[in-house]
């Protein structure tokens, strides 16, 4: 198996997180033995972040006992400190369903789909670009024809806004002044 390797934040978060803990594996005299690999292995399933104790040994042999450890149940070295390891293994179960879990909300779509707001998604509106062509070509066909050009005037509603009131100097049609003139 491969020796896993972290990052140095995740090393620091580890090393953080391992600052309480006990250890729970402690290797004798008889150094690195199969029944130790086995009893590792154990408490890395359950705990994923463990302390090894090693008693009585040089400090090459313990990089080395390290080394050994590290390859053969493919885990990762967060800190040697003296005669203690802190070693870690993801549970990839608990892995695999935060990352389903991240990627359950994400909307997916095709690159040629348009983006559709989130509080239409969640009411289940979508958007393609034929419903939108559609509809614009439906509500061009149902305008008038002057009053699709934009900011043509109709009786009812002028260019301005402003409803015309006849007899007004506010109007400016030619020849309503004069007309005016005369009355008053």
Known sequence: MAKLDITSQERSA????AHSLRPVVLIGDRG??????KEIDLNL???HLIKVRVA????????AMLETICDRLSCALVHHLGKTLIIYRPDPAAQQARAEAENATRAIRKPSEPHTPKKQAAEGISRSRRTEKAKRTAEKAA?????ARRGAATPERPAHGIPRRTGSSLTLRAGARRGLRGKR
Not at 32 to 37: I, K, M, N, Y
């Open 143 to 147: 305008r008038p024809a002057a009053a």
């Open 56 to 63: 009585g040994e040089e400090r090459e042999a313990r990089n």
């Open 45 to 47: 399933n359950a705990h």
């Open 32 to 37: 690195l033995s199969d029944a130790v690999l």
């Open 14 to 17: 580890l090393r953080a997180a």
